[in-house]
């Protein structure tokens, strides 16, 4: 293990982070908000000379990248940047306990959408701006920007890439890794700009509609708003909200092939068929379900396709209390929580890829109960999935079960009822924001105990990295030459 690189890398990693957040300055400077301002700047400079110092130490260390470093640097980079992107929080004294900023700031970046502050009006534009911004750097991934800035990592990108980005990804974009998370951005850039237009023509101020876009496009949740997007109480910016979190779960690499023309790729695309089709089916389901509470069969649609495509696509804006709603439409949202959007999109969860590959694999061990002999493959759409990648998803599962089981039972004993206990755990280890009980729609993560709030901000991490690329570290093998 070469520590030296992976300092040096952490180092520019916390560099790109202390500008991101110095953007806030800006905010707080418009707002007259003094005490935030100098919040970001004692927080921009000390996350800049930690990476500075961190970077010093390993810069005469320019080999390429092995893949136990790449995957030291991207598990010990989100553990720092929570750490560093909570110091705004302390400074500006929106909290006093650290855990409780760490988790802010991890449901931030990880695109969570879980909060714990009680009160969201009462903290300044600054840290609505920063807790937005966290929002949409890790939603494309703050790794996958690094690589796309920096040309020098070589081959080691590769490895840093693979890392980071969730979901089985078959299909690259380009050959090379730097350009592959280039083209990523500029589509993440491009979507992004357009829905924060389209949300300032349909009535919300510039601000907001910046703050919406970055956490609609991350599938984040964070709104400026105490009501969440409720408050706004518009049919436009509902639809507008609701068309981008479905665009926001689809796999970035059809938008690719769009952009060269080749439309009929989305239809094409086995993965994006079933995601729309759950999508509307479900829609579907839950707004028959809710019809008697809202009485308009297109109000009940309005309430019903927010609430389904904010919770497929783990995003968790709200605009209405689905832990009001009869049984069968809760049991289907939280369904729909493991369930998760396409691979190689911003969305968490499962990803529909790896369920279709699981159902796939499943179906042709019971057809081999009878004809033991018979030769078939799992297949996703016209690609033969290998066997490595069917049990790498099985290994999934097992882990995403042992660890939600697990970790139900470690919030249990914190005190937690059980549906709050349980979804907690799926509401941060799937990166979905809101659970049920006392962990919904409408409530909050604060009165959790501290050791919750640790190991839920964890949780967040271990999801949006998948599992694998911080389990590894556990090994003992992976710390021997």
Partial sequence: MNYRTVARLLGILLVVVAFCMATSIGWAAYYAEWGTLWAFVSASLLTLLIGGGLYFWGRRESGTIGRREA???????????????????????????????????????????????????????????????????????????????????????????????????TDGLKPKIRETASVLWKIYVGLTALECVLLYFAGMSVFDAVCHSFATMATGGFSTKN??????????????????????????????????????????????????????????????????????????????AFQVVAIVTTTGFGTDNFDLYPSFSKILLVALMFVGGSAGSTAGGMKISRIMVLSKAAFVEVYHIFRPQAVRTVRLGRSIIPDEVTRSIFGFFALAAFVFVSGSLFMALLGLDIVSATTSVVATLFNIGPGLAKVGAVENFAFIPTPGKIFLSFCMILGRLEFYTILVLLVPDFWKR
């Avoid at 920063?130 to 490895?159: C, D, E, N, S, Y």
């Avoid at 507008?240 to 979190?245: A, D, N």
């Fill in 71 to 169: 995957l030291l640097v991207v598990t010990a980079g989100w553990v720092m940047i929570g750490l560093t992107g909570a110091l705004p929080y302390m400074f500006d004294g929106a909290f006093t306990n650290f855990a409780d900023a760490f988790f802010e700031t991890v449901s931030g970046f990880t695109t969570t959408g879980s909060t714990v502050l009680t009160n969201i009006e009462g903290i300044s534009n600054g840290l609505h701006y920063w807790r937005a911004l966290t929002h949409w750097l890790g939603g494309m991934g703050i790794v996958v920007l690094f690589i796309a800035i920096f040309p020098q990592l070589g081959v080691g990108a590769k490895h840093l890439f693979k890392s980071e980005v969730p979901g089985p990804i």
């Fill in 227 to 304: 009501a969440s997007v409720a408050q706004f109480e518009s049919v436009p910016i509902d639809i507008i909200i609701t068309l981008f979190m479905l665009l926001a779960g689809i796999n970035f690499a059809l938008y690719f092939a769009a952009l060269r023309g080749r439309l009929f790729n989305f239809f094409r695309d086995a993965e994006f068929r079933v995601y729309l089709g759950l999508v509307v089916l479900a829609t579907l389901a839950v707004s028959i379900d809710i019809l008697s509470i809202h009485g308009d069969p297109l109000q009940a649609l309005r309430y019903g």
